[in-house]
């Protein structure tokens, strides 16, 4: 019973911290099974739709090359980078790989790109650039290369997600 009572209590904190808090931020509304996670504590001056964290384990990672890694559960990894990318560079990595062969885009836009790849079997990807204020940024899916690759439905999801995010503007954040 008390480590039923305990893992609800570490719920119901986690949610609280993931969904901003604040009346201020309630004005996003988050899609069916997603959380807005405020990322201005990371130095990043915008929310982000992740995936429920109560029956999920979220991890949040600034890496030493400046990225931040997000990871919830199994079906969310997403690595935001302060700089845009070249997307013309890597459509032509992407259509040049040997062994990760392209198959198609699922989305191709100014700005981002989803695609369909395979090694063994079907591989999904993205990558997607937005300006934030005056700051570039690129997001795209974090590869597990001890794990299976994303699914078509989650790499759609994160898709989603970056291109969702909403910038916080000063008056949100006191």
């Not at 019973?1 to 305990?6: D, F, N, P, S």
């Not at 899609?31 to 990322?39: E, F, R, S, T």
């Not at 384990?57 to 079906?75: A, F, H, P, W, Y």
């Not at 040997?98 to 990807?125: R, T």
Request: charged share 25%; glycine share 6%.
């Amino acid at each position: 019973m008390r480590k039923t009572l305990v893992t609800l209590m570490s719920a119901t904190i986690l949610t609280g911290m993931v969904s901003c808090g604040g009346k201020k931020n309630e004005e996003i509304a988050a899609p069916q099974g997603m959380h807005v996670l405020n990322l201005n504590r990371f130095g990043k001056p915008f929310t982000i739709f992740v995936p429920d964290t109560v029956a999920n384990k979220m991890e949040i990672v600034e890496q030493s090359n400046g990225s931040l890694d997000i990871r919830v559960g199994k079906t969310f990894a997403i690595s935001i980078n302060e700089q845009a990318a070249d997307i013309e560079l890597r459509k032509q990595d992407i259509k040049g790989d040997e062994i990760n062969k392209f198959k198609s885009y699922l989305a191709e836009e100014p700005n981002a790109i989803m695609w369909e790849s395979e090694i063994v079997q079907p591989e999904f990807h993205f990558l997607i650039n937005q300006k934030i204020g005056t700051t570039d940024y690129s997001f795209e899916d974090l590869r597990d290369t001890e794990a299976n690759a994303l699914g078509k439905d989650a790499i759609q999801r994160m898709f989603d997600s970056a291109k969702n995010i909403k910038e916080i503007h000063k008056e949100q954040n006191s």
